[in-house]
């Protein structure tokens, strides 16, 4: 399919991995990232967002509710099929106002229930004139989609391995599912990291499977920022963590960080999540020199105020699948970088990112970069090569060469 032959199409359905209210509400992901470019590359068409809803009847409905009731206040109703599937209108421009028109599906059909949320979002579709163009998810429980869901080109981006997300793994059964028709019907796979090129290796697809890391929005990184009112009281030096605490955060080496560097302000912005929660109360929070300050919108002026970024987190197989976003924002801030050891990181940001094996190792780096200056930051000529626009100039040579 080539580009001129999509413009005729002009019709984008993303399946995504987040409710679009978080992204009005400031958080930031590949998915909203790679929809962002989508509507800057094609003007022209249109783009339908279907929300991730959670992966049972209850939780769906409250979230679905929730949305719909945020979405009424930030974007125009369009129409209603039966009593639980919506579409409204973006009007917040948070794409850009010159691009792509953007439209929103939200119902009350759980993502568990492939064939209630294909048939929800399909018939709202059809019923706005829709005709079938690219269709690109990010979301593998609905996987069915991919065989029946009516689209010129199916392009799968699988952004980590969700079989092995803690919180999902009463649905390891309908997950694998989803994966194995999507590695057989998916005309493109896009990944994070060579361990998902593997997996599905693993369920015999190996052609137009890519692996295209994560990025950074570039400009957003460019200019003076002033500091934000929050850091204010919290101390310099400061370490700062960027991200979800949820079971890949290793709170036992978080805690003997913050106990050998005293002088060091760990600050932690995100949320924390239920699982992780008792042992954070009982590690952490009792340092004097341990910050949590709660999620935040996807801003630069956090980073800018920060000495160095930091990633204690433990080797899981969730782990070896990421491509974590937070050292991109890292390196766009020109923080020096320090992590637990990864299975694989994009070679264009390694040399630049300090791996250690150990506690004692983590805090020599943190202290090297913070009192003598000696570990290099990412260099701010290069940062082009992370951008978005670079990172989707790539997907889209692989869509417009597919047979």
Same mark, same amino acid.
């Given at each position: 399919?080539?580009?001129?032959? $999509? ?13 679009? +209210? ?32 959670? #992966?049972?009847?209850?939780?769906? @409905? ?17 129409? #209603? ?6 579409? $409204? ?36 579709? $059809? ?29 799968? &981006? ?11 793994? %009463? ?48 400009? !957003?990184? %460019? ?20 991200? +979800?605490? #949820?079971?890949?955060?290793? +709170?036992?080496?978080?805690?003997? !960080?913050?106990?050998? !560097? ?15 929660? %008792? ?43 990421? &491509? ?17 050891? !990864? @299975? ?40 082009? #090569? ?5 990172? $989707? ?11």
């Amino acid at each position: 399919m080539n580009d001129l032959a $999509f413009e005729k199409n002009a019709n984008i359905v993303v399946y995504n991995m987040s409710p679009f +209210t978080d992204w009005v509400q400031g958080i930031r992901n590949r998915n909203f990232f790679i929809v962002r470019e989508l509507a800057k590359t094609y003007p022209n068409a249109k783009l339908y967002l279907v929300d991730f809803t959670p #992966q049972n009847l209850r939780r769906s @409905a409250r979230t679905a509710l929730e949305s719909i009731a945020h979405h009424r206040s930030f974007a125009a109703y369009e129409r #209603q099929i039966g009593g639980h599937t919506y579409l $409204f209108r973006d009007t917040t421009n948070i794409f850009g106002s010159r691009w792509a028109p953007v439209y929103i599906l939200s119902s009350i059909a759980p993502s568990i229930a492939p064939a209630i949320y294909a048939a929800a979002s399909k018939k709202l579709l $059809f019923s706005s004139g829709y005709t079938p163009g690219l269709l690109w998810s990010y979301n593998p429980l609905p996987g069915e989609l991919f065989h029946t869901f009516p689209a010129h080109t199916r392009i799968f &981006d699988a952004v980590d391995d969700w079989t092995a997300h803690p919180s999902l793994y %009463k649905y390891k059964k309908q997950l694998e599912k989803g994966y194995q028709v999507i590695a057989r019907h998916a005309d493109a796979i896009f990944t994070v990291s060579p361990f998902m090129e593997r997996f599905f290796a693993c369920r015999g697809r190996t052609k137009n499977v890519c692996t295209i890391p994560n990025g950074v929005d570039t400009h !957003l990184f %460019k200019g003076v920022f002033p500091e934000p009112g929050f850091l204010r009281n919290i101390p310099r030096p400061r370490a700062i963590y960027v991200g +979800t605490l #949820q079971s890949r955060f290793d +709170t036992e080496l978080a805690e003997k !960080l913050a106990k050998e !560097l005293p002088s060091v302000s760990f600050m932690y912005i995100g949320d924390v999540w239920k699982d992780i929660r %008792k042992d954070i109360v009982a590690r952490l929070q009792p340092l004097a020199n341990v910050y949590f300050l709660g999620k935040k919108p996807y801003l630069p002026d956090y980073f800018m105020h920060a000495d160095v970024g930091v990633m204690p987190h433990r080797r899981t197989p969730l782990m070896e699948s990421m &491509d974590p976003m937070k050292l991109y924002d890292y390196a766009a801030a020109g923080l020096p970088m320090v992590t637990t050891r !990864l @299975a694989s990181l994009d070679p264009v940001l390694l040399p630049y990112v300090h791996q250690a094996n150990t506690a004692h190792e983590f805090a020599a780096y943190i202290a090297r970069s913070i009192h003598q200056g000696t570990l290099p930051s990412f260099p701010q000529e290069m940062l082009e #090569q992370l951008s978005w626009a670079t990172r $989707f100039s790539k997907m889209r040579h692989v869509i417009t060469s597919l047979q």
